[in-house]
């Protein structure tokens, strides 16, 4: 229940705080007056994406705050759901900065436009005068139908199965689609494949192969340099060992004169076994080296092959090559699999097939089931409304495809004379019967769905009299479970409220402001007598108002 309402620096209102009570609320005022003005402020609180043009003082901020009592509906999921912070006392706030950027808030806590615009949902239905022909679409037709039909968790489940076939449809394209790209392609990549298959490639070879190709293509180089470091070191006469083993001796012998001595020994005794190491690898060196041309020439080829792939590929290494060979295989693996998975997404896709069509055919029950219940309700309505000749033909028929909400085509059709043909709405039903089957609609809908308020925007246009009472007794009647506001133009409606606003313009000084009052019951008698006879209202219209008040 919505309790109260705070605007601030919107349109033509400076400031307005306005408490609201349960039952039937009547908002009245001349055309112009700003009870639009009103509605965007709620509109605002329900999502509604915000206007910079909307703010009254473009360097001032514009705040729109309400209170919602809902501690009676059962809200606390989609609290949780939505990751909001749950009170019974809920304050919702939007603000427009000077900027242009807008901010909400539920409770004090920022949130995002699709979470306030799902919470609104559920706390104020707003049934505007474009809500009226909403009537005359499918998806309307269909919330009322499935409403009585309480298909609701039916409908979650369908949309989820609906949801996976269509990604399972789009990964079934995908696939095909890459059969197709993929057989163009198979040939030449089992060719670049097989190419990497058979240079056998090794992590790290390449340096290896390279190191062994320069010992093997500089081998006569290599002998004479070794045999001559070999004589450098082993000459009797001139050779570095037997002149070190000559100076070890020498030291050996001043080793125990002194420690300085001794640390020189030492260091050329340590030399010596060094270059005594250094002499043996350079005889295993010697004697390891061998001439081998067939190996030579092996070698050159396969560094021909790994350096021609490096550079075809444009990679750097042969670690770069071998995942290179991989994605190859992979690519022709699933070239060769894709049957395979084309195959079983077809039979996911059959298998989705299978329980969408359990659930629509579910929904279809459940719809024609409800739809006597409806036509009946909505036809006794009528009836007290002025049309006692109103009525309606349901119509269901299968659909080739799933839709949104099953695969359910409708035809709604209506007939508001005796003997008439049935036909659309839209076609056959004016402005003010169009009006009067949504209240008919609406107050049928309270039966079966929870929530907390509604507002009617005149919708009694095009109707008067005897008939404007008669939806004004709905109006009362639904507002015996719910709270309902009907902003209207008709004092046979005003007067059945339980509480009465007036919303009205004011100038202050060079400024025009919007308004809104509660009136009391002498300003009721005034206000209705108004709507009755003009401003220049006669001691009759006053009369009349009190009858209708009373």
Sequence with gaps: MLTTLSIKNYALIDSLQVHFNNGLTIITGETGAGKSILLGGLSLILGKRADLSSVKNASEKCVIEATFDIANYNLKSLFVAEDLDYEPQTIIRREILPSGKSRAFVNDTPVTLNSLQILGERLLDIHSQHQTLQLTDDDFQFQVIDALAQNGHLLQDYSLQLGKLKSVKSELKKLQNRKVEAIKELDYNLFLLKELEDAKLVEGELETLEEEYETLNNIEEISERLKASHELLSNQEIGVMPSLTEIKNQLSKLADFSSNYKLVFERVTSSLIELDDVFSEIENLQESLEADPNRLNTVNLKLQILNNLLQKHTASDITELIRIREDLSEKVSVTENLDSAIAQKESELSTIEKELNAFALKINQNRTKAIPGLTKQLEALLETLGMPNARFNVELTKSDTFLNNGNDDLKFLFSANKGGQFNELKKAASGGELSRIMLAIKSILTNYTQLP??????????????????????????????????????PQIAAKGNTHFKVFKEDVGEVTRTQLKLLNPEERIVEIAQMLDGVNMSSSAIEHAKQLLN
């Design 453 to 490: 308020t509604i507002m009617f925007d005149e919708i009694d246009t095009g109707v008067s009299g005897e008939i404007s009472n008669k939806m004004a007794s709905i109006m009362q009647q639904m507002s015996k479970t719910m709270q309902v506001f009907t902003i209207t133009h008709l």
